[in-house]
């Protein structure tokens, strides 16, 4: 008889059996129980091995411990799990460690993760190196990463507004929810508004934040404030501010000055600059 997940659970602070551990702890963690997977994870590791450490890390970022996750990724890389290159820049990104986090990802993509070589671009991005951040992602769509086209032809509509990009955006909306704002960006400015707002009403059906404030905004100037106000609110709930900004400016052309306190505050909490100057305003006149 197969032993129970709770039975191999109970033995697992005594087992010598790292690959067992390994693969009990993978277990757990598919069912969310993190606490165990980590002590399963914690016992390979200390007995060697290195899979084990990979997978400590991913069970302690999981949980959000970044440098307890950052700590056992180096132990990874280490022992020689290249894969531990792009976690670890993810995990010093959350650190706010933007020249460690470039650095991970440089030896990710050296070991020729794909994934990697996406992530420093768009970290090279973050630094301000926007030609070398192209490049970069333009080699990791080269190398087949779709979603590294996508966000190729995102960054040279944002720089060029050129409609031959229109190809490139279409391909690319299934793969980078920016890609479809951007298309539906494009669609407006060469007059195809209906089909813009179509792409934009698709974007947010599937649950892409990008569609929020654009639609929101069309439909503003279509005259629907009801539905820019919806679209709006659906922003606020994927935690977007610039969609708490645009709501508030909405509620306060309708009257509404506690609602948009309310979300001029939310906005700025959230890093949206604009908010700062607009609540002060809304303050100051009432």
Not at 139 to 156: D, E, H, L, P
């Amino acid at each position: 008889m197969t032993p129970s997940i709770e039975g191999r659970l109970r033995a697992a602070s005594s087992s010598e059996d790292s690959d067992d551990l390994v693969d009990l702890g993978c277990q757990l963690a598919e069912m969310d129980r993190l606490s165990d997977a980590e002590m399963c994870f914690r016992r390979a590791a200390g007995l060697g091995s290195v899979v084990a450490s990979f997978n400590l890390g991913n069970s302690l970022a999981e949980q959000e411990r970044w440098l307890e996750a950052a700590a056992a990724y180096e132990v990874a890389l280490q022992g020689g799990e290249t894969d531990a290159w792009l976690n670890l820049g993810l995990v010093l990104h959350e650190l706010g460690d933007l020249a460690g986090e470039i650095r991970a990802f440089e030896h990710a993509d050296a070991a020729g993760d794909r994934e990697g070589t996406l992530a420093l671009a768009f970290a090279l991005r973050a630094f301000g190196e926007r030609d070398a951040a192209l490049s970069t992602a333009q080699r990791a769509a080269a190398a087949g990463n779709v979603t590294a086209a996508a966000v190729v032809a995102c960054w040279q509509w944002c720089s060029s507004l050129d409609p031959a990009l229109e190809p490139a955006l279409r391909a690319g909306a299934d793969h980078f929810p920016a890609a479809r704002s951007d298309l539906a960006d494009l669609l407006k400015t060469t007059g195809r508004v209906d089909e813009a707002r179509q792409v934009l009403e698709l974007g947010m059906k599937l649950g892409e934040v990008e569609s929020a404030i654009p639609l929101g905004n069309m439909y503003a100037e279509l005259g629907d404030e009801n539905a820019a106000e919806a679209s709006y609110r659906f922003g606020t709930t994927k935690g977007d501010a610039h969609s708490h900004h645009n709501l508030a400016v909405l509620l306060e052309e309708r009257g509404d000055a506690a609602g948009a306190k309310e979300h001029f505050r939310l906005a700025i909490e959230g890093g949206d600059r604009l908010s700062v100057d607009a609540l002060r305003e809304l303050l100051e006149e009432k």
